[in-house]
């Protein structure tokens, strides 16, 4: 069993910023890629950002820019850095992790919890 614990989310003026934390813990021998995913009230989730355990990102071109992921292996920990925050990036922001959970394991996706981000104009 893996726990994801996101921290950071709140309220913040357009054009402020905003960093979210996500450390993974529990039965873990290898987390692979992990990312942050958010869904805004009507919309499906999407994928905001991802990284790889060797630093390799993939931001979505709606945040590009303004949004940058790193981590942390030792400490199985994701972050997300929102800068230039817009009403539109209002959402539940989620982190993912892909997990492998033994050496003899399969890998498979936790989530966390989720935490809300909300911009006001």
């Known amino acids: 069993q893996v726990q994801l614990v996101e921290s950071g989310g709140g309220l913040v003026q357009s054009g402020g910023s905003l960093s979210l934390s996500c450390a993974a813990s529990?039965?873990?021998?290898?987390?692979?890629?992990m990312g942050w995913y958010r869904q805004a009230p009507g919309n499906q989730r999407e994928l905001v950002a991802t990284?790889?355990?060797?630093?390799?990102?993939n931001i979505a071109d709606s945040v590009k820019g303004r949004f940058s992921i790193s981590r942390d292996n030792a400490k199985n920990t994701v972050y997300l850095q929102m800068n230039s925050l817009k009403p539109e990036d209002t959402a539940v922001y989620y982190c993912?992790?892909?997990?492998?959970?033994?050496?003899?394991?399969?890998?498979?996706?936790?989530w966390g919890q989720g935490t809300q981000v909300t911009v006001s104009s």
């Open positions: 993912k992790a892909r997990v492998v959970p033994s050496r003899t394991g399969f890998e498979y996706s936790s």
């Open positions: 529990g039965s873990i021998f290898k987390v692979n890629s």
């Open positions: 990284i790889t355990n060797g630093g390799t990102t």
